[in-house]
């Protein structure tokens, strides 16, 4: 949502993301595992011991790696390299058919690399920008 949504979502002045996730399975257990040229991800859900299910899915790009292979090191000045990596992962546990218990996480990590080029080869640099999120949480609440 752009800046100046509704005052539940506190009092922010910018933008504001909303992040649903699905209902781990709780017939079976199942997983995906995909590797490319850009990332390379696995996921993951079904049941777990005592009535717990769960769903977990990480991704990490390595375009910066297959760059690296096949170019020339004086590319990142114009083509900044970029390293992504992110994972989620949702506990849930059904206390009763109206109460569940559970807990939900989220992990995010962006960084930039580009090289900063100079006529003198000795004052060559590399900058790098890196930003991380992470955010837990857990819970006991009734169904509606």
Known sequence: MPGGYGAT????LGGLITVATRDPDT????????????DAS?????????????????????LDDTLAAVT???VGEFFPSRTITDGQLKLRR??????????RGLLSSDSV????????PAERKQETKELHFSAF???TF???
């Open 9 to 12: 979502y506190g009092r922010g």
């Open 27 to 38: 017939k079976r257990l199942h997983g995906a595992v995909q590797v490319d040229l850009l």
């Open 42 to 62: 696995v996921s993951g859900s079904g049941k777990l011991a005592d009535g717990w299910t769960f769903a977990a899915a990480a991704r990490r790009s390595h």
């Open 72 to 74: 020339n090191k004086d």
């Open 94 to 103: 059904v206390l009763s058919p109206k109460a569940l218990r559970g807990g």
């Open 113 to 120: 690399s580009r090289n900063v080029g100079s006529a003198d």
């Open 137 to 139: 949480t857990r819970a």
């Open 142 to 144: 009734d169904r509606a």
